[in-house]
């Protein structure tokens, strides 16, 4: 969720900022794209595709999403010079890093979870999967809980989502990213 916000969010400002100067906004000069959707597939089949993630056990499934990350980041490494690829591949090093340490899911611990649920639902959870991504775990079994998925919105914001500091990482590199077309810093990345 907070990714699909920083994404428009970023491209707003990258114009207001290209009509603001007079110039144009310009289109990430990113190498290599084809790998970011490559990197999705198996994220996709695990997690969002309905008749592969029912087919899929547990393991296979964290396994999809450590490999989705994994590749990301060879994606970030080959654009490490495009403004805010940077900054988004600390936040996927600090989501595959919990994730890989906690059994291949993002932890979440029961408090967290519950502001999520209505309550009393969580009594009833049959497994330790909350969510299509997350695994819950008491904050005391979890390995480098600080990157897990503990933040949350104020209860006021009408969405109420669990979010990790590794999230707000690659949610301000893509904001970054976007917003950089306005300011023309592509132009410098081009040439190296």
């Given at each position: ?30 190498r290599f794209a084809w790998l970011a959707v ?80 209505p309550p009393g639902m969580l009594d009833d ?68």
């Open positions: 969720m907070i990714l699909l916000a920083a994404l428009p969010a970023g491209l707003l400002t990258g114009l207001l900022a290209a009509r603001w100067r007079r110039s144009r906004w310009e289109v990430p000069a990113l490559v990197a999705f597939v198996p994220q996709y089949l695990a997690i969002y595709f309905l008749p592969t993630r029912g087919l899929l056990s547990d393991e296979w499934a964290a396994a999809g999403l450590l490999l989705s990350q994994a590749l990301f980041l060879v994606f970030c490494w080959l654009n490490r010079r495009v403004p805010g690829i940077a900054v988004l591949a600390v936040g996927l090093v600090a989501n595959l890093l919990v994730m890989a340490l906690n059994g291949g899911f993002m932890p979440i611990s029961p408090e967290t979870a519950s502001r999520l649920v959870w049959a497994s330790s999967r909350f969510g299509w991504k997350d695994i819950l775990l008491p904050l005391e079994d979890t390995r480098l809980a600080l990157l897990s998925d503990r933040l949350l919105p104020p209860v006021w914001f009408p969405y109420q989502v669990a979010f990790s500091l590794g999230d707000v990482f690659v949610a301000a590199g893509a904001f970054w990213l976007m917003a950089a077309g306005g300011f023309n810093f592509n132009k410098a990345s081009k040439g190296r």
